[in-house]
């Protein structure tokens, strides 16, 4: 089993930046696929980012050149959200897979562990 937890999110200005941060924990051995995905009241979960043990990234079209996925040396997953915009304000969420991303870092239902979510809001 694996555990996620999610650190960095806050309130910033239209044009600010923030670094979220993902924790995981557990049977994290092997090849795997991290992804960001980020939801608003009355909407579907929507994949932001995602990057695979061998460090290939995919990014949404609406955060590409301003969000960057990446890994530390502790493994954590991090994401540097650059630029950002009003429609950037949403909770954040990790998720893991165990295996690779197998061009589904979108697919929330492609994912089997979730982190509880962080809060993200620019005005």
């Known amino acids: 089993h694996v555990q996620l937890v999610e650190s960095g999110g806050g309130s910033v200005q239209v044009g600010g930046s923030l670094r979220l941060s993902c924790v995981a924990s557990?049977?994290?051995?092997?090849?795997?696929?991290m992804g960001w995905f980020r939801q608003i009241p009355d909407k579907e979960r929507e994949g932001v980012a995602g990057i695979e043990s061998d460090g290939s990234t995919s990014y949404a079209d609406s955060v590409k050149g301003r969000f960057t996925v990446s890994q530390d040396s502790a493994k954590n997953t991090l994401l540097q959200m650059n630029s950002l915009k009003t429609d950037d304000s949403a909770i954040y969420y990790c998720?893991?897979?165990?295996?690779?991303?197998?061009?589904?870092?979108?697919?929330?239902?492609?994912?089997?562990?979730w982190g509880q979510g962080t809060q993200v809001t620019v005005s």
């Open positions: 557990g049977d994290t051995i092997g090849r795997y696929c």
């Open positions: 998720a893991a897979r165990l295996g690779g991303c197998d061009g589904n870092w979108a697919t929330k239902g492609w994912f089997d562990h």
